[in-house]
């Protein structure tokens, strides 16, 4: 009874499974470079930068090489410069804006913007990505963790079931004792069962997230101690990826509202060409020209005054849009920060029972070898001990769940707050 007991309190908290280690940091790594998500968002990342420098080239001159080889009939007899069967021509042509209420400008920096809101929901689906995969990467150990204490107590249970079986058979345990012992070890046999299906469904999502194949052993993690200032924690989840994103995108839709509305002011372009080849006639000597063209809208049916108030309709929304992001960022920032705080006084208080659990079994043990105890007494004390151990396990692995979702909730994931 004694060796059973010293290894039931000496039981070390980390598990012995055989398996590829991993810690939380390499499994974000593979997460990162496995998520299909990731890959979309960057994707639509690259495409918005075109799409802005597709808006800046409209600023730039058009140069094109033009050609045009004209047939035509020539009735018999026919003759003069413009009588050709054949007629070829060949020239540069260039067109170049030079005002138009500066509009491209301002196109081209709302999609600047644009651009620089897909980079940040690109950020802010990495953090969200960290948080997926620290609660995978927890559920694995949780569950390993689970089945290495509840394997011990099984351990332990049975033996105690043979101490009484021999017992009984000369009278110093009753019939109850061994059934009841006996009980408790077919319960704690179905709920071991049950923990090693939990972690194989763990070993499936985190396989499924770091593209790992391979049975994991994943590297305990420390319980947080402390709880940063939530102060510190609102002015980061208010700048956070996500909301900055919002911010971006309604300062592109106020830039739109004057793209839309400065279609009223006057338009200025140059065209000019250059001529290497012309036909015979009167320009044949006419190696140039240029023209300046202008032009003032006056009446577009009410085009422009609709789009003008469609861009204003889209600002709007986008406001509202950015004003419940920076709520939702604080809310989640607050919830986070309480659920820290709660779950690092428990951690405590479930450490300070687990001492007393654990003295409580050897006092047990002591008591039975003086004959004031029963075997089911000392069997309870070693199970209590091993519940108290279980819920130690789990509000563990919740406290450091509780700090991944602070620091994903203020924007910082991996231990910056």
Excluded: C
């Amino acid at each position: 009874m004694s060796r059973l007991l010293l290894a039931i309190l000496l039981l070390p908290l980390s598990a012995a499974a055989q398996g590829r280690p991993l810690d939380l940091a390499e499994a974000y790594r593979l997460a990162l470079a496995r998520s299909e998500e990731i890959a979309i968002s960057g994707a639509t990342y690259e495409e918005t930068l075109a799409q802005a420098d597709e808006v800046f080239s409209h600023v730039l001159p058009q140069v094109n090489l033009m050609g045009t080889v004209t047939f035509q009939d020539v009735p018999r007899g026919a003759s003069g410069l413009f009588l050709q069967r054949q007629r070829e021509q060949g020239w540069v042509a260039l067109h170049q804006p030079l005002f138009s209420g500066l509009r491209e400008f301002l196109a081209y920096r709302s999609s600047k913007d644009l651009g620089r809101a897909a980079e940040l929901r690109l950020a802010r689906a990495k953090q969200l990505l960290y948080r997926d995969a620290a609660r995978a990467y927890l559920d694995l150990l949780a569950a390993q963790e689970d089945i290495r204490i509840r394997g011990a107590l099984l351990v332990i249970t049975q033996d105690r079931v043979r101490d009484l079986k021999e017992f009984r058979k000369v009278g110093r345990a009753r019939a109850s004792e061994y059934l009841a012992a006996e009980s408790q070890v077919a319960q704690q046999a179905a709920q071991l069962e049950s923990a090693r299906a939990a972690e194989q469904v763990a070993q499936f999502k985190l396989g499924f997230l770091t593209g790992l194949d391979e049975r994991v052993v994943p590297s305990p993690v420390p319980a947080p101690a402390a709880v940063p200032g939530l102060e510190d924690v609102l002015s980061r989840a208010r700048a956070r990826p996500d909301v900055e994103s919002r911010r971006a995108e309604a300062s592109s839709a106020e830039l739109n509202i004057k793209v839309a509305s400065r279609r009223r002011w006057p338009a200025i372009s140059l065209d000019a060409n250059y001529f290497f080849q012309r036909p015979p006639s009167f320009t044949s000597d006419v190696k140039w020209d240029a023209t300046l063209t202008g032009s003032l809208p006056l009446y577009s049916g009410g085009e422009i005054v609709a789009q003008t108030r469609q861009r204003r309709a889209r600002a709007l929304a986008l406001r509202a849009a950015l004003s419940e992001s920076l709520r939702v960022a604080e809310l989640e920032a607050k919830s986070a920060h309480q659920d820290l705080a709660s779950s690092v006084s428990v951690t405590a208080a479930l450490d300070n029972a687990e001492r007393l659990a654990a003295d409580n079994a050897k006092a047990q043990s002591d008591d039975y070898r003086l004959g004031q105890v029963t075997n089911l007494d000392v069997l309870g004390s070693l199970n209590v001990l091993q519940q108290t151990r279980l819920q130690q396990n789990a509000a563990r692995i919740d406290a450091y769940w509780s700090r991944v979702r602070l620091e994903v909730a203020a924007g910082v994931p991996g231990g910056y707050l």
